[in-house]
């Protein structure tokens, strides 16, 4: 359960960087959300990031302030997974470039609620232990 609780916080301190970073170098977070699915090897990448942190929401979430809603946003991420993995890492890309270009118009708006969660995610496993 540990590890599990390590690997989550650390999902969390990501989403808040990345939260941050969209505000002070918006440029380099767009480029890197662009890269979503580029490759093969970054699709399958993608996926097994997911699937693990999936599972590691799940197993930390009976130490957590909030189980049911880190039992849940684990269930999303390993459920929403495996189709991914069984199409065709081609169709994620198309689907990157096509809806990530849009949503950079609201790149601030995504990098606080980045921000928020990351630190939503990383203060429910924290304050559990007091």
Not at 7 to 13: K, P, S, T, Y
Not at 26 to 41: E, I, N, T, W, Y
């Amino acid at each position: 359960m540990v590890f599990s609780e390590i690997l989550v916080v650390v999902a969390g301190m990501y989403l808040a960087g990345l939260g941050i970073a969209a505000f002070v170098r918006p440029q380099s977070v767009s480029s890197f959300l662009l890269k979503f699915a580029s490759s093969a090897r970054a699709h399958y990448l993608e996926m097994a990031i997911r699937l693990i942190l999936g599972l590691a929401f799940i197993l930390s979430a009976p130490g957590v302030v909030w189980p049911l809603g880190f039992q849940v946003f684990g269930w999303v991420l390993v459920l929403t997974t495996v189709p991914m993995v069984l199409m065709p890492w081609q169709w994620h890309h198309k689907f990157a470039q096509r809806f990530v270009p849009p949503a950079l118009r609201f790149l601030k708006t995504i990098g606080l609620i980045s921000f928020a969660a990351g630190l939503f995610i990383c203060a429910n496993v924290l304050m559990a232990g007091f």
